[in-house]
């Protein structure tokens, strides 16, 4: 009898593997099917290569001036003109793409690993717990995001870690609502109550069965994020509140090039058209997962 027992455990498990793996494959071939999402997917992997392989393809150091080609147009020798330094502006906006997705990634990383849990734990467990939490987001979300990482930069100074943990701090809020929303609809659903009746902790609870149900949206939100952290980045750099200098960041080169839009229009051209595409490239590839993981938002 036990053998039989554990025959048709083996079995049902066995079969679970195979739908998990049929469902896989079926989401694989949607996504490659979704036109924004592989757009987004070509435009993320072309940023990621140039950044991680920005030493082998940068032609000049990003850093190093040449007082004697300042200012010079695009040609074949520097094929995005030279800045105001005589510095090449293909090799820092190259180099530029790693300030942008460090900050970008990590940003999004901390800011999730925040403010999900803030949001599951008001939504799950309401009350006075929620009002307290609910209303500490209500006063962040009170501030504009790039106005909170302005006051944060304006008191920290200056540095790299310091923009992520701006931009990190800007950015819980958005994960905490979405986490304490879809958390609120999770928890009363059956399958809640009979682990509760069945004696699960809380820990328990939020861990097997709160989280994955409500993993798809913060997937969808952490990819479109990406793009937002990105543009409070390259808007701290251009207000002079960034990655100090001479470190290249695309909106440092904005900066620099709004000074020179009528004499040398290239600088401020070149580092627009990267934050463009980078953040135009995190949205289609938000906008492709969110068609596929979630088919009522799938589009017509």
């Not at 793409?97 to 940003?107: C, D, F």
Request: positive net charge; hydrophobic residues 50%; contains cysteine.
């Amino acid at each position: 009898m036990r053998e039989i027992s554990r025959q048709i455990v083996i079995e049902k498990q066995s079969l679970r593997q195979e739908e998990e793996k049929v469902r896989q494959s079926e989401l694989m071939i949607e996504l490659l099917e979704s036109k924004y999402f592989v757009l987004g997917m070509i435009i993320f992997t072309s940023i990621v290569l140039m950044a991680v392989l920005a030493p082998f393809i940068s032609p000049y150091d990003p850093i190093e001036q040449n007082m004697r080609e300042t200012l010079q147009p695009p040609s074949s020798k520097h094929l995005f003109g030279t800045d105001p330094f005589g510095r090449d502006v293909l090799s820092r906006i190259i180099w530029g793409s790693r300030i942008s997705l460090v900050v970008g990634i990590l940003s999004v990383f901390f800011a999730a690993l925040c403010g999900v849990p803030l949001g599951v734990i008001a939504g799950y467990f309401k009350g006075k717990v929620d009002l307290i939490l609910s209303r500490l987001i209500d006063v962040m979300l009170s501030f504009p995001g790039i106005i909170l990482a302005i006051v944060i930069m304006a008191v920290l100074g200056q540095s790299l870690n310091n923009v992520i943990l701006a931009v990190s701090i800007s950015m819980i809020p958005r994960f905490a609502r979405i986490a304490r929303g879809q958390t609120l609809a999770v928890r009363e659903k059956e399958f809640i109550q009979a682990a509760v009746s069945l004696g699960a902790s809380h820990l328990t609870i939020i861990w097997n069965h709160i989280l994955p149900n409500i993993l798809t949206p913060l997937i969808v939100q952490s990819t479109l994020s990406l793009g937002s952290a990105i543009i409070i980045e390259a808007s701290l750099s251009f207000l002079g509140l960034g990655v100090q200098p001479p470190t290249p960041t695309w909106g440092e080169m904005l900066n620099t090039g709004r000074q020179y839009l009528y004499t040398a229009p290239w600088i401020a051209y070149s580092a627009g058209f990267f934050i463009t595409l980078t953040v135009l490239g995190f949205n289609l590839l938000g906008d492709g997962l969110r068609d596929v993981l979630d088919p009522k938002m799938r589009r017509i």
